[in-house]
């Protein structure tokens, strides 16, 4: 089908045009309060956002943005739509950029977890058949950190219930996770497919510091409306890791497929 061909439009009105029908979509988190790189957070994440770019994707997803380094995003992504939540108690927050490609009708919600210790939020961006969750669940290891952050997870698992998904052919949910292991018991259940829970990559590590290391971050996916989404491309961008974050960036290509996006 050519490009410019339009799809069933789904009940909001939005049509999924063909070339929407893959997205390739990059999360990292930039550490943006880490002060023991050498280099500062501001130039930390310029270097970042250059390995990002250069992925070409068509949503970025950051964590652990700050209001001395949001000024980079909006400078460099000047052209692209980029939102962050505004009401906070965290010193750092998550951050939104669609581009300009999609930006259009582009519609953006931010919601509190009910449960959380340190402000920790949900950032969706909502456009033509697509739902795009930027997270950055609860860290900690201890136990009341775990209780918290399983609570988190069992809201995200039924994201795609929400009403604002339900005209939604594809909902992806992307950012720091900071699972241990067992804690995505409830996505499992849900249906939730877990880009990086293959052969070739569940063992690899998404963030690292000294010895400790763990595949906290992630890009999940699941289909509405009779359609499926697979993950055609996977790819940790570990060249910003570790001079710049404590994170590799995680770059994806998601294929919605069947039903009304036929």
Sequence with gaps: AAASEA?????????????LRTLKLVTVNADGLGSDYGHSAQSRLESILDSVLAFDPRVICLQEVTMATYPV??????????????RT?????????????????????????????????????????????????????????????????????LW????????????VIAG????????????????????????????EWTWRRGANRARYDRVSCIGRRACVVDCVAYSLLRDVWPDRTDHVAVGVALRAKGGSCL
Aim: with cysteine; net charge negative.
């Design 89 to 157: 108690t965290s010193e750092h927050f998550v951050v939104t950029a669609v581009h300009p490609a999609l930006s259009a009708n582009v519609k953006f919600k931010s919601n509190a977890f009910p449960r959380t210790l340190d402000g920790r939020h949900a950032l969706s961006a909502y456009f033509e058949g697509w739902a795009v969750v930027n997270v950055h669940l609860e860290s900690g290891g201890q136990d009341s950190h775990a209780q918290v952050r399983v609570a988190q997870i069992e809201q995200l698992a």
């Design 160 to 171: 795609q219930e929400r009403p604002e998904c339900r005209s939604r052919n594809a909902v």
């Design 73 to 86: 995003v909006t400078s460099r992504l000047a052209t692209w739509a980029v939102q962050y939540r505004q």
């Design 7 to 19: 799809h069933p439009t789904s009940p909001d009105g939005s049509t999924i045009p063909s070339a």
């Design 176 to 203: 720091d996770f900071n699972l241990r292991e067992g804690e995505d018991g409830d996505m499992i259940l849900e249906g939730w497919r877990d880009t990086g829970a293959t052969e070739q990559w569940a063992r």
